[in-house]
C-alpha cells in the first residue's frame, strides 16, 4: 500500500468553501455579505488613515461604515462627493466594489426566486386537504373521471380531486381546462411527480384521502406500472383509503391482489370491455344503458336498508318503491340480481335500486293501478344458431370470442375477416362456435360485400391494434360507413356493434346510425369513477357485466304489454314480474339516433302514462 498524501489546509479550506457554496442561493448571499463588511472595514480603515476627518461633519467610524454601505448599495452616490482626491478615490473604488455586490445579489435574488416559482410551477408543494379523491397516474380516462366526479360531488361546497403524475403541472391543468371547461364547485390539484416513489406519494396526503384511483397509462406494459404503484401504496405507513385500479390484462390480477392488498379493488378493463362488446351485439342499446347506470346523469344505482320491507318477497319489493326501481338484493352471502320472486328480504338484506337521486327515494303508498287488460303473456322463443361476423383483430379478440361461444346456441357460426397476422389464433376448445377466418381490408367496399353480410344477424367492428388509435378510429369509421351504405343499397338487416378509443368521435361515427358504440376507454373510466365515489358497488357492476346470473335485455314490448294503448310503467313491471323478469325501463325506437340516451329512459315514473310502439323495447334483467 502507498503512502496516503497529507491533506493540505489550503485542500480542506477549498472543501469546506465548496460545500458552503453548494448549499443553495442562501450561502451564496451569505457569502456576499461577508465580501460586502469585508470591502466596507477595508475602505473605512483606508479613509481613517489616508484621508482623515473627511467627509467634513464625520467625527467617528461608525459613521464611515454607514457612508461606505450606501455606496456599496447605490454606487451613483460618488457623484456627490466632495473632498480631497484621496478621499474621492477611496470612494470610488467602493462604489466600483458595490456595483459588483449589488449586481450579484440581484442576481441571485432573480435566480433563486426562479427557482421558487419553477419549484410551484412543477406542483412539488405537500397537499393540506381533507377528504380529497386523489387520481395517480395520466391517461385519456382522467377525463371521464374528473367530469364524473364533478357531477358526483356537485352538492359538495368544497370538493377536491389531487392529480400525481408524470406531467408538467401547468400543460395538466391547461388539458383539463380545455376539455373540461368549468368545474363548478369542485377544485382540481395537479402535481408533478412519479406515482411509484413514497417521496412523491406524500404530496398528496393520502392519509386523509377519501379514495385513492390508480390510472393504467398509455404506455408499453401499463400493468407492470400499475402494480408499482400498488407496492408503493402498500409500503406507505398511516391510514391506507380505499384504492381502484385499472389493468389492461386479467393475467395479472393475481399479481395486482398480492401487491395491493386487501384495501384494493381491481377493475380488469379488457375483460369489462370484451364482456360489453359481446352483450351490445346481442341486445341492441346494452352499452347505452350500462353507460347510463355508469355514469352520474340520471338513474344511478343505490343500496337501501328500508325496515318497512323486511319479511316481503322480492316480486312484492318491485312494486314498493314510488320513484326508483328495484333491481335486486345485496345479502351477506353476496349480490344477486332479479333473484326468484319468492325471496324474502331479510334482516341484514340490502335492497339495490336505480334512482336518478338518492334523496329523492319514497316507498310507494300502496300497490298501484294495474292495467291488466293491456298485459301480454308471451312465450320465450327457442334459442337459434347464429350467424356473426367479426371485422378486425386485436388482443381482446380472443376474449370477446370466448365470451360470444359462451352465450350462443350449439351449431353458431363466427366469420373473422381482417388482414392482421393473428387472426383467429388461440381459439380451441369452443364449445358452440365454428370459426372461420377470412383475408380482407375492412374499409374496402368490394372486399365487404365479398363477404356476404347480408347473410349474418349480427356485426362487430373491433379496432386494429396494429394502428395507433386515432388512425384506428378513423378505420373503424370507414368500415362502418361502408356496412351503413350497403344496409341502405340492398336493404339488408343486421345489428351493428363497433369498438372505439375516443369519446370525441362517438359524434362522428353517430352519422353511421350504428347501433352501439362501444367506447372502451370511456367505459372504464365511469367506471373507476362509480367505485372511487362508491366503493361498495364494485360488486354490483361486476355482476351485471358478468355472463352467470341475470343481465341486461332490451325486449320487444310487445312480449309485455299491448303496443299502441297508454299504460303506466307498473302495468310493465307487473308484466315483467309475471315472466320472473325485472323491468329497469324502456326504449322509444323513434329517439334511438338521439345523444345522448339514444330513446333509452331508466327508472319511468312509474304514475305517468306511456305509449309503446312494435319498434320499441322493455329493458328488463333477465335470465339467458
Known amino acids: 500500500m502507498g503512502e496516503v498524501s497529507k491533506v493540505t489546509f489550503r485542500e480542506r479550506a477549498r472543501y469546506w468553501f465548496d460545500n458552503t457554496m453548494s448549499k443553495g442561493t442562501a450561502s451564496l448571499i451569505g457569502w456576499l455579505a461577508i465580501v460586502s463588511a469585508a470591502l466596507m472595514v477595508v475602505v473605512t480603515g483606508l479613509t481613517l488613515w489616508l484621508a482623515p476627518n473627511e467627509p467634513e461633519g464625520v467625527d467617528h467610524a461608525g459613521e464611515l461604515l454607514w457612508i461606505s454601505l450606501m455606496h456599496a448599495l447605490s454606487p451613483g452616490k460618488v457623484a456627490s462627493d466632495e473632498g480631497s482626491i484621496t478621499y474621492v478615490a477611496i470612494m470610488f473604488a467602493m462604489s466600483l466594489g458595490g456595483l459588483f455586490i449589488v449586481s450579484m445579489l440581484v442576481g441571485l435574488l432573480s435566480n433563486g426566486l426562479k427557482q421558487k416559482v419553477d419549484r410551484l410551477r412543477r406542483g412539488r408543494s405537500r397537499i393540506v386537504e381533507r377528504g380529497h379523491t386523489v387520481i395517480l397516474g395520466w391517461s385519456d380516462q382522467v377525463f371521464t373521471i374528473i367530469s364524473e366526479l364533478v357531477k358526483a360531488q356537485a352538492s359538495q361546497k368544497h370538493s377536491v380531486i389531487a392529480i400525481l403524475a408524470e406531467r408538467d403541472k401547468l400543460e395538466m391543468e391547461e388539458d383539463i381546462r380545455e376539455r373540461l371547461g368549468d ?25 386523509t384521502a377519501r379514495s385513492v384511483v390508480v390510472l393504467s397509462p398509455d404506455r ?57 362488446i359481446v352483450q351490445s351485439s346481442r341486445q341492441s342499446g346494452m352499452s347505452v344503458v350500462c353507460m347510463d347506470l355508469l355514469n352520474f346523469d340520471g338513474g344511478e344505482i343505490y343500496l337501501r336498508t328500508p325496515k318497512k320491507l323486511l319479511g316481503v318477497t322480492y316480486g312484492d319489493a318491485l312494486h314498493a318503491y314510488e320513484t326508483a326501481s328495484v333491481i335486486g338484493l345485496r345479502r351477506p352471502s353476496g349480490i344477486v340480481l332479479n333473484p326468484p320472486l319468492d325471496t324474502v328480504i331479510n334482516d341484514g ?50 376474449q370477446i370470442i370466448r365470451y360470444l361461444d359462451g352465450y350462443v346456441a350449439p351449431g353458431s357460426v363466427l366469420e373473422v ?20 377466418v377470412k383475408d380482407c381490408d375492412t374499409t374496402d367496399r368490394f372486399a365487404l360485400e365479398s363477404l356476404g353480410v347480408g347473410l349474418f344477424q349480427h356485426v362487430i367492428v373491433l379496432s386494429d391494434d396494429r394502428f395507433d388509435p386515432h388512425h384506428a378510429d378513423t378505420r373503424t369509421l370507414m368500415t362502418l360507413l361502408q356496412l351503413r351504405d350497403m344496409q341502405k343499397t340492398l336493404g339488408e338487416h343486421y345489428s351493428i356493434v363497433s369498438e372505439m378509443h375516443d369519446e370525441n368521435n362517438r359524434a362522428l ?36 357485466f358478468d355472463s352467470r346470473g341475470s343481465e341486461i335485455y332490451p325486449r320487444p314490448a310487445s312480449d309485455y304489454v299491448k303496443t299502441g294503448v297508454e299504460v303506466s310503467f307498473s302495468t310493465v313491471v307487473e308484466s315483467a314480474r309475471l315472466r320472473g323478469e325485472t323491468a329497469i325501463g324502456y326504449r322509444d ?35 339467458r
Not at 377544485?187 to 396526503?205: H, I, Q, S
Open 183 to 207: 368545474l363548478g364547485r369542485t377544485r382540481v390539484v395537479c402535481r408533478t411527480g412519479r406515482p411509484t416513489e413514497p417521496r412523491d406519494l406524500a404530496l398528496m396526503n393520502l392519509s
Open 220 to 276: 408499453d406494459d401499463p400493468d407492470a406500472h400499475v402494480i408499482k404503484i400498488l407496492l408503493a401504496l402498500a409500503k406507505r405507513e398511516g391510514v391506507r383509503p380505499p384504492v381502484v385500479a385499472a389493468l389492461t390484462s386479467s393475467r395479472n390480477i393475481a399479481a395486482a391482489h398480492l401487491a395491493g392488498g386487501e384495501d384494493v379493488h381491481l377493475v380488469d378493463s379488457d375483460d369489462t370491455a370484451s364482456r360489453l
Open 349 to 398: 338484506d340490502q335492497v339495490i335500486i336505480i334512482a336518478d337521486d338518492d334523496s329523492h327515494v319514497r316507498l310507494a303508498a300502496g300497490r298501484p293501478a294495474l292495467e291488466e287488460a293491456a298485459i301480454v303473456t308471451a312465450e320465450k322463443a327457442p334459442t337459434q344458431p347464429e350467424r356473426t361476423l367479426l371485422l378486425n383483430w386485436n388482443g381482446r379478440a380472443e
Open 417 to 436: 375477416a381482417t388482414d392482421h397476422p393473428s387472426a383467429g389464433t388461440n381459439l380451441t376448445g369452443l364449445r358452440n362456435l365454428t370459426v372461420n
Open 509 to 544: 361515427a353517430e352519422v353511421t346510425e350504428a347501433d352501439d358504440i362501444v367506447i372502451s376507454d370511456t367505459v372504464i373510466g365511469l367506471l373507476l369513477a362509480q367505485l372511487a365515489e362508491n366503493r361498495h358497488l364494485a360488486d354490483v357492476f361486476g355482476y351485471l
Open 589 to 623: 325506437n323513434l329517439g334511438r339516433n338521439d345523444p345522448p340516451h339514444y330513446g333509452i329512459v331508466l327508472n319511468p315514473d312509474k304514475t305517468r302514462p306511456i305509449v309503446l310502439g312494435e319498434s320499441d323495447s322493455v329493458i328488463v334483467l333477465a335470465e
